[in-house]
């Protein structure tokens, strides 16, 4: 255990279905990142939340909310997703976003699958 | 053109071997990482380079910043190791943008 913790670990889920992700981390980590992760593509930066506020959307689709209530959790609400949407999702997260101490922390991941 | 190229794409080795994975870049850079993903998926951070070179245990990680290239070296390997092992380098100039390569797959064999 890392120390952040995803769930579910698996999801599978039809194209209108409505579903959320959910992080967790006490490390006392200010910064949290969701990444996807497709089958033989680097990660892919989606979100960025620093004291709980957006720094960074990289152009993801609207289809893909986040949101961040404090510093130890973050959520990722699915809605009318589409198959190529299936990776494995990857929570993270660093004491700050220059990370000078400590690096990154990641999660297990869930493993999204649209049908 | 991926900003972070890895090789090789995929590795096997006899346990034991002395490993050696690439990574070239090409931006500037504020840090370069190494990370672990086992075959479940979850992540590991190994280390997190400015310069010079880190040592944890087996595992060793140069960085040549003229150069724009880091070495991950693991010595003495074990069926243990075999993970997919990802370069992720930081872009000093646009903030927080990550650039990931798409990782290199190590097998170790008994």
């Known amino acids: 255990e890392t120390g952040v913790t995803q769930t579910p670990r698996h999801l599978v889920m039809g194209m209108t279905n409505k579903k959320s992700l959910k992080c967790e981390q006490h490390?006392?980590?200010?910064?949290m990142y969701w990444y996807k992760q497709s089958a033989k593509k680097p990660l892919e930066l989606m979100f960025v939340?620093?004291?709980?506020?957006?720094?960074e959307n990289n152009s993801v689709p609207s289809r893909f909310s986040p949101e961040c209530p404090n510093s130890s959790h973050l959520f990722l609400h699915l809605h009318t997703l589409q198959p190529e949407d299936s990776a494995l999702y990857l929570c993270?997260?660093?004491?700050?976003?220059?990370?000078?101490?400590?690096?990154?922390?990641f999660g297990s991941g869930t493993r999204l699958t649209v049908v | 053109k991926n900003e972070v190229e890895q090789s090789p794409q995929n590795l096997t080795a006899q346990e034991g071997e002395f490993i050696t994975i690439n990574c070239s870049y090409s931006?500037?850079?504020?840090?370069l990482h190494w990370l672990q993903q086992h075959p479940g998926g979850g992540i590991v951070s190994l280390f997190m380079?400015?310069?010079g070179k880190k040592k944890h245990g087996r595992l060793i990680a140069t960085i040549n910043i003229q150069e724009k290239h880091s070495s991950l070296h693991i010595t003495a390997s074990h069926p243990r190791d075999s993970a997919v092992y990802i370069c992720?380098?930081?872009?000093?100039?646009?903030?927080?943008?990550?650039?990931f390569g798409t990782g290199t797959s190590l097998t170790v064999i008994p």
């Open positions: 992720a380098v930081r872009d000093r100039n646009t903030g927080n943008q990550f650039y």
């Open positions: 939340y620093n004291f709980k506020e957006q720094t």
């Open positions: 931006v500037g850079i504020s840090a």
């Open positions: 490390l006392g980590h200010n910064a």
């Open positions: 380079l400015s310069s």
């Open positions: 993270a997260s660093s004491q700050d976003l220059t990370e000078l101490r400590g690096g990154y922390t």
